[in-house]
């Protein structure tokens, strides 16, 4: 199910298979430890093996201020899913682009699409590139990116004094 030079995970290790000798499977993990695997285990185990993927996996939420008007929301998801579709480097069936909740701190669009490409360095490097046309459509239809706040209410409302009366020193 896998080869040297192949990423996988497998009953807890993930990584890179570095070498494969009859009692044990060396695999490089991402911080570069070394870990030795005994094969029987291996052959007991179940194991994902990321190489042989056709394709990888953007999915995030996008969430935009409760300010963004039902028009805006509409033109951003719109331009969107038009960017996305047009993109050389997706594919386009099981694209998802929706305005899919009300968030305690934002509206949410919600994002999938699938990467022609494989390897890591392309896939980063695709999402940036998502990343930076994202901000661009926002930009253009004057939406906003969300961020966690918290709206305080007093239940009396609070009294303010005159500058005046706020003695000096």
Request: aromatic fraction near 12%; charge should be negative.
């Amino acid at each position: 199910p896998f080869m040297a030079g192949d990423w996988i995970s497998a009953n807890g290790v993930e990584g890179t298979v570095e070498k494969i000798s009859l009692r044990s499977t060396s695999i490089r993990t991402f911080p570069q430890a070394l870990v030795y695997v005994p094969n029987s285990l291996l052959s007991n185990t179940p194991i994902t093996n990321y190489t042989k993927r056709a394709k990888r996996r953007i999915e995030f939420n996008l969430g935009v201020t409760y300010t963004t008007t039902p028009e805006q929301m509409q033109n951003c998801v719109n331009s969107i899913r038009n960017f996305l579709t047009d993109h050389d480097g997706l594919y386009n069936e099981d694209m998802t682009v929706t305005f899919d909740s009300f968030g305690a701190s934002s509206l949410n669009i919600f994002v999938i699409c699938y990467t022609k490409t494989t390897d890591y360095i392309e896939f980063l490097r695709l999402k940036e590139e998502i990343n930076f046309a994202l901000l661009n459509i926002m930009s253009e239809y004057g939406v906003s990116a969300a961020f966690p706040s918290t709206s305080v209410y007093f239940e009396t409302p609070l009294t303010t004094r005159p500058t005046s009366m706020i003695a000096k020193e």
